[in-house]
């Protein structure tokens, strides 16, 4: 049997935070790679690389809706593995959701699709902690990646949808999938969505801005740039079957993670809401990626916390951030 090509990685949404890192990573890994979205303007990712590393990657315009193109694109680059973060988040999905469905469902519907057509061999994709339902919902102690879904946004309905989509190519054409439900993404590039509010406490804390977040009570909390290696390596795993995953991260009250930057930061004007948790469980079971991937990512949150200060530091001195993302 002829040996198997190397990779070359599939990712959609490479203009959002864990696309931008994900394209951080393959570069400093030399993996070949196809980075594609639907705008035309690397805004994250040029947070993250030079502009001599920007200007070495061709950016595919992809819109994921349409099923030829999304087929070309696997097909005419050879591709080997996916990563599919393309979508709509909460807001969007509830502001439209006709093109909420179009783009988290039917898109990831034709990237299963290209897979199955073209022979890819590892395929991970984003899916949610939104398909879940509120902390009442599921026993106490950890929940785990094969929980119920009890979605009470559209947004978590596409993602639930999604699972499914991926159970049922596994069955019936043996598509094998890893699809991974973050909860609160944070760290450089993270700028949209109300999950966005710890990354941004980080960022003005940086700039010496005050900034209210929007919740209390208990999270997860996953740096981006472990979210892009878990997404990575999920796909280079190769998985025989249609897992869906949690990420355990740091689970924290927003309180202390408040205490914790004020403590890198003295002064820090950072706040927060009082009696508004979030409607999502925070206490999350890792066991499936852990036996899918082995070793799972993690940067421990004072060191993860640090070390945005640092490149927010370097970004604010060098104008290369917009601070009006503090205002929104």
């Known amino acids: 049997m002829p040996p198997l090509p190397d990779p070359r990685i599939l990712v959609t949404g490479a203009f959002g935070c864990i696309g931008a890192w994900a394209i951080r990573h393959l570069l400093d890994d030399g993996v070949d790679f196809v980075a594609t979205d639907l705008g035309t303007d690397p805004v ?3 947070l993250l690389l030079s502009e001599e590393e920007v200007a070495g990657i061709t950016w595919h315009r992809l819109d994921v809706t349409d099923t030829a193109a999304v087929n070309a694109i696997v097909a005419d680059h050879g591709i080997t593995h996916i990563v599919h973060l393309a979508g709509l988040q909460v807001p969007f999905c509830r502001a439209d959701p006709p093109l909420g469905a179009a783009v988290n469902v039917l898109g990831t519907v034709n990237i299963f699709e290209a897979a199955r057509l073209n ?20 026993p106490d102690g ?13 947004y978590g309905v596409y993602k639930a949808a999604n699972e499914e989509t991926a159970r049922i190519y596994w ?33 003005a804390a940086a700039a010496g801005r005050a900034f209210h977040i929007r919740y209390d009570g208990p999270v997860a909390l996953h740096h981006a740039s472990d979210a892009a290696r878990i997404f990575l390596r999920s796909a280079l795993a190769e998985h025989r079957g249609s897992a869906v995953c949690h990420i355990r991260g740091d689970r924290i009250e927003v309180a202390d993670f408040v205490d914790m930057v004020k403590r890198k930061v003295p002064g820090a004007r950072i706040t927060h809401d009082k009696g508004k ?4 469980p925070a206490d ?37 951030i917009d601070l009006t993302q503090l205002d929104r």
Do not use: C
């Not at 950890?142 to 559209?154: D, E, I, K, M, S």
């Open 44 to 46: 994250r990712p040029r």
């Open 119 to 138: 022979g890819v061999r590892g395929l991970a994709y984003a899916s949610s902690l939104a398909a879940l339902g509120p902390p009442d919902f599921y």
């Open 142 to 154: 950890p929940v785990a990646g094969a929980a119920q879904p009890h979605p009470t946004t559209l």
């Open 171 to 203: 069955q019936d054409w043996q598509v094998g999938s890893v699809g991974i439900r973050p909860y609160i993404v944070y760290g450089v590039g993270r700028d949209q969505g109300m999950s966005a509010d710890n990354a941004k406490a980080i960022l």
């Open 277 to 280: 948790p979030l409607p999502l």
């Open 284 to 320: 999350l079971d890792q066991a499936t990626l852990r036996d899918i991937i082995k070793e799972v990512p993690h940067t421990p949150l004072a060191e993860a916390i640090g070390h945005d200060l640092r490149l927010y530091r370097n970004l604010i001195e060098e104008n290369r």
